[in-house]
């Protein structure tokens, strides 16, 4: 069976939001030797659509021409700067409301979903969306539940993904659910992407922003990273930096806002994190805790629920079955 995917372009979107998904459905159909997924670009014309990076893509069809293709199994709606014009547009929105209901499913790419939840069609739904704009998101559509760490997520029936490359592994699973792990699992390997990518989009936000601003931090907090369950103390930090440790201090305060311990410490649990969602022993909270120098199993509690806003024991229950078959299928898929 053939699924028509629709994708809606429009001036300044983002170009990674159009062609990664695409490229993963195009990809599927030439390991499949047969024409599995059948693609169709939309915008307000046919013809060139300039993206926020000034290349071009070519629709074939105008949103207003969405209705003779339905049904549709699936439409995709892009992110880019351009995303907020086009909520403002009430021919889009009426459009898409229109279609909803004869598309199996419907989704966003990044901010594409900011468009989606002005048409009415995220109410109720858990969505996210690219880390920068998910608190304007939540503030903005109240009857959103926004989940800022998902890389994706499905609800309702509506589709949801993280900023620009996230429109991939939304599409690979995409792949995944109507073609099984084997054809996402080579379309992964000829993307050299993950199938399945280990963690949130929280690795590539705070951290990476921080890791921008460091200034002369640089090579103390590269050592930090590589390995955080070293027995780093403030005053072996010092030293490290050849400084004093109220300088080292002030260079933190400075640069990233917190204090050394304190950005150790996010460090070490953010470990614990992944160990909860990957290890196949079921390590007791004592064991993490000792693993990654977080105290005993009750400071670990406490410091994931303030950090996190659950508790480890929840946190695993929700996420690790589900995250240790994808890194197993990330694992042979690379």
């Known amino acids: 069976m053939t699924r028509h995917v629709a994708l809606f372009a429009y001036p300044d979107c983002q170009l990674l939001d159009v062609s990664g998904p695409w490229q993963v ?74 279609v909803a209901p004869e598309v199996r499913r419907l989704g966003s790419i990044c901010s594409g979903a900011f468009l989606l939840a002005a048409a009415g069609l995220l109410d109720g739904c858990r969505v996210t969306t690219h880390w920068r704009h998910a608190q304007q998101l939540a503030e903005e559509y109240p009857r959103l539940s926004v989940e800022p760490d998902a890389l994706y997520s499905e609800s309702n029936g509506r589709y949801t993904s993280a900023g620009i490359t996230a429109g991939i592994d939304l599409a690979l699973s995409l792949v995944e659910a109507d073609h099984g792990a084997q054809l996402a699992g080579r379309v992964a390997r000829e993307l050299v992407v993950f199938l399945h990518r280990p963690g949130g989009q929280s690795q590539f936000s705070e951290i990476l922003r921080r890791q921008q601003a460091v200034g002369p931090l640089r090579r103390l907090l590269d050592q930090l990273h590589a390995d955080p369950s070293v027995d780093h103390g403030l005053e072996s930090m010092a030293d490290l930096m050849a400084v004093s440790p109220r300088h080292l201090t002030r260079l933190f305060r400075r640069y990233l806002n917190t204090t050394p311990g304190a950005y150790l410490t996010q460090l070490r649990l953010e470990q614990a994190r992944l160990a909860l969602l990957h290890d196949r022993e079921q390590l007791s909270l004592e064991r993490l805790a000792q693993r990654w120098r977080l105290g005993g199993a009750e400071q670990l509690r406490r410091q994931f629920q303030r950090y996190y806003g659950v508790s480890p024991s929840v946190y695993r229950q929700r996420f690790a079955t589900s995250h240790a078959a994808s890194a197993q299928e990330s694992a042979s898929c690379l």
């Open 25 to 98: 459905f195009a990809s599927a159909n030439a390991l499949s030797l047969q024409p599995i997924y059948q693609l169709t670009l939309v915008a307000d014309a046919i013809g060139p659509v300039a993206t926020n990076g000034g290349l071009a893509v070519h629709a074939t069809h105008t949103y207003h021409q969405l209705k003779d293709l339905l049904p549709l199994d699936t439409l995709l709606v892009a992110g880019g700067s351009g995303v907020m014009q086009q909520r403002d547009i009430a021919e889009v929105k009426q459009m898409l409301r229109d």
